[in-house]
């Protein structure tokens, strides 16, 4: 679906960090570690919040209601 707005373990701001991750990972190609120590993210349950994330709300908005 969509990230959460904040981190479920530690409450940090973890959702105005995820565009940035996913271009920079996706469409740059860019390590992963190393785009999350860029964007600061520091805590590793905050940084699982971004690894694990699957994006899946373009899937799903093909089988809603209109």
Same mark, same amino acid.
């Given at each position: 679906?969509?990230?959460?707005v904040?981190?479920? /373990?530690?409450?940090?701001?973890?959702?105005? &960090?995820w565009?940035e991750?996913?271009e920079a990972t996706?469409?740059?190609?860019?390590?992963?570690?190393?785009?999350?120590s860029?964007?600061?993210? &520091?805590? +590793?349950?905050c940084?699982?919040?971004?690894?694990?994330?699957?994006?899946?709300?373009?899937?799903i908005?093909? +089988? /809603?209601? &209109?």
């Amino acid at each position: 679906m969509m990230i959460p707005v904040r981190c479920f /373990s530690c409450g940090q701001v973890v959702g105005d &960090k995820w565009e940035e991750f996913k271009e920079a990972t996706q469409v740059k190609k860019e390590d992963p570690s190393a785009v999350l120590s860029r964007l600061k993210v &520091k805590r +590793y349950c905050c940084r699982r919040m971004l690894l694990g994330h699957v994006d899946l709300i373009d899937d799903i908005i093909n +089988y /809603s209601r &209109k």
